[in-house]
């Protein structure tokens, strides 16, 4: 999601105009394929609802909503942090590992290269730096301590998964920019900011990243979701979930990463195109009003339909436990992804919520010489 207009505490003059703007603007798609059903002329749409027309949920009847109701009470002592092992993580080029940042951010270890999936490590999920939902949780370590990073992914462009802070930071980290992978269109924003390492993707692209200690192949995929950054840009750029697959041990190992999204039949789609995942990054946060995010945010009960849909053997819930960007507490995962399971008969093991700054190793490599 992107920023609510209460925590920003806008005058309602300002509202005003952004309401102007958001019926007076229209943008236009300069990779538009007619050929293309996701395609329009000013932008993008979903496989299996339509973002542009009228009878949608209203944003501000959320905000009105939002205005006069106490949310649910939350806990952000409840979400566990460990201190990461750095050591591991600057050292590994051969095990496939997963470390949870926060939010939609996680350190993917896979074919030698180290992949970050939407990069945040700064205060607030916000266009500003003084206002805008806050971090509710420390960040476990600062990107800084990281090993250099090779490919980012950036599954679309609201503020909680492109930072532009941390876009640059990483783009100037020592040993030269990492690749930026990003939707149709998210291009021209890094263009604007004299980013040049960047490769734009449409769904069901790949993409082969090779680089010195290794290599991955990348797709980009449908989800149910939408994109904007300003009133004016609404669905103008596309967006989407990752698929990244390399070799381990001569074995294929094949990763997945949902983005943002609604319950829909893409993941149906993208399980059957890839037979199967050996691990999934679901978000499981960000949901309520369910009248309200339905289409774009899946609850605990849909992300573990993800899961079984997409064939993930184990899954890890993102997009909770640090920012509060819905009316639903951050730490509310940690009690219904348990009763999401039984539900739908998954074992305990197979869906999990990692502690921030939590790495697990998923594969062990042979060491390569080097
Ligand atoms: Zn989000
Ligand atoms: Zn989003």
């Not at 950036?154 to 690749?179: C, K, W």
Request: some cysteine.
């Amino acid at each position: 999601m992107p920023l609510s207009i209460k925590t920003l505490q806008l005058p309602r003059s300002v509202l005003l105009g952004i309401a102007i703007l958001l019926v007076g603007c229209a943008s236009v798609n300069p990779y538009y394929d007619a050929t293309k059903k996701h395609h329009r002329p000013d932008g993008f749409n979903n496989n299996y609802i339509d973002n542009w027309r009228a009878d949608q949920p209203s944003f501000f009847a959320w905000q009105r909503e939002r205005w006069t109701k106490t949310l649910p009470p939350q806990d952000p002592a409840r979400v566990r942090v460990l201190a990461p092992d750095l050591a591991y993580l600057n050292a590994n080029r051969s095990d496939v590992s997963v470390t949870w940042v926060g939010h939609s951010t996680a350190l993917w270890q896979l074919g030698g290269l180290n992949i970050l999936t939407d990069p945040h490590f700064t205060e607030r999920s916000s266009p500003v730096s003084f206002a805008g939902p806050k971090r509710e949780v420390p960040l476990p370590m600062q990107l800084s301590a990281l090993p250099r990073i090779d490919v980012v992914l950036i599954s679309h462009n609201h503020y909680d998964h492109l930072d532009a802070r941390t876009v640059r930071m990483l783009n100037e980290q020592p040993g030269g920019p990492p690749l930026f992978i990003v939707p149709l269109g998210l291009d021209l924003w890094m263009k604007a900011e004299s980013i040049t390492n960047v490769h734009r993707m449409d769904w069901w692209e790949t993409f082969r990243v090779k680089v010195a200690t290794g290599e991955v192949t990348i797709h980009f995929v449908p989800v149910q979701h939408w994109s904007s950054r300003t009133p004016w840009d609404r669905n103008a750029t596309l967006w989407g979930g990752f698929v990244a697959q390399a070799e381990v041990n001569k074995q294929p190992y094949s990763m997945f990463f949902s983005g943002d999204t609604g319950y829909s039949k893409d993941f149906a789609d993208i399980g059957a195109r890839f037979g199967g995942f050996d691990f999934s990054q679901i978000a499981v946060g960000c949901y309520l009003p369910r009248w309200f995010m339905q289409e774009q945010h899946v609850n605990e009960e849909d992300a573990v339909r993800i899961h079984l849909d997409v064939k993930s053997k184990l899954s890890m819930g993102v997009h909770w436990g640090t920012f509060r960007l819905c009316d639903d507490a951050i730490d509310a995962p940690i009690d219904e992804l348990p009763k999401a399971r039984r539900k739908l008969g998954v074992a305990d093991d197979a869906f999990l919520l990692f502690a921030l700054g939590e790495t697990r190793v998923l594969a062990r490599g042979l060491k390569t010489q080097e």
